[in-house]
């Protein structure tokens, strides 16, 4: 009898995409505009979003009180604001904003440490995101992440 060797494959490195739905194409960004995203992993992962606004606040926009599963498909991807209610308004000073989202294999969000996880829409205490960037290294060393930068 002959015995059968089955290849096991690896999972693909976990990537991500964010995608402005609202100025597709990378137009600009007009003062006041809504803005809207899709964020797509490569594979089903859990996903989290930071905003950094003109004023350098950073705060997190996802998960949040509307959906507070951090589970995004890779077929839908997550649109964001979506049907949650809030909206991310261009600023009128046209000053930068960004926006920097994580994909993780496993939900992290409580094992990050309470200044990166934060409330939903609070200010966090931080001054970078180089800052969240550690902290999501630290608790998920296989995460891929992507960053939006408003244009104007």
Known sequence: RRGTVQEQRAPLPLSLQINS???????RARPNDVLTFNIRPNR??????????????????????????????????????????FRLNANPQR???????????Q????????SIRGADFAK?????????????????PNNAEATYNLAF
Do not use: W
Not at 95 to 105: G, K, N, R, V
Not at 107 to 114: N, T, W
């Open 124 to 140: 966090l205490p931080v001054s970078s995101f180089e800052q969240i960037r550690s902290s999501f290294s630290q608790v998920a």
């Open 95 to 105: 000053l930068p904003e960004s926006m920097l989202c994580f994909a993780t294999p």
């Open 107 to 114: 939900d992290v969000l409580q094992r990050l440490p309470e």
């Open 21 to 27: 739905t609202s100025h597709p194409n990378n137009s």
């Open 44 to 85: 089903n992962a859990f996903v989290y979003c930071y905003y950094k606004d003109e004023k350098n606040v950073f705060q997190r926009i996802f998960p949040n009180r509307f959906t507070r599963d951090a589970m995004v498909s890779q077929s839908t991807g997550l649109d964001l604001p979506g049907t949650m209610r």
